[in-house]
Nanobody, 128 residues
Framework: VQLQASGGGLAQIGDSLTLSCTAS????????MSWFRQAPGKEREFVAA????????YYADSVKGRFTISRDNSNNMAYLRMNSLNPEDTAVYFC??????????????????????WGQGTLVTVSS
């Protein structure tokens, strides 16, 4: 599956943004979908994940209560709604898809090496 993230941009503290992940090539209904981010000089870190059926979601502690991940399998899209943005959210955001080893997903969703498809990233800059 090919992924393309979009929706990033410049935001002020407290603003909201919604990132979109457009999938092509295969239906995302067969994949768990996640968002990761990478700030300058830092390693890529997990942000949020959603299982195939959207029944379960997972969040990094740093975004819990502010970010919401969702998916629309009928339109082959995934989303990340980001509220109450702060400068620490500044990063390139990547969407990722994982179709393998999903029986172990609940313990490994945060590990980027477990994902086989990645989008190109979209930059979010939160200005103070």
């Amino acid at each position: 599956v090919q992924l393309q993230a979009s929706g990033g941009g410049l935001a002020q503290i407290g603003d909201s943004l919604t990132l979109s992940c457009t999938a092509s090539g295969r239906p995302i209904s067969g994949y768990a979908m996640s968002w990761f981010r990478q700030a300058p000089g830092k390693e890529r870190e997990f942000v949020a994940a959603i299982i195939k059926s959207a029944y379960l979601t997972y969040y990094a502690d740093s975004v819990k209560g502010r970010f919401t991940i969702s998916r629309d399998n009928s339109n082959n899209m995934a989303y990340l709604r980001m509220n109450s943005l702060n400068p620490e959210d500044t990063a390139v955001y990547f969407c990722a898809a994982r179709g393998r080893d999903l029986r172990y997903f609940s313990g490994t969703y945060h590990r980027p090496e477990k994902y086989e498809s990645w989008g190109q990233g979209t930059l979010v800059t939160v200005s103070s």
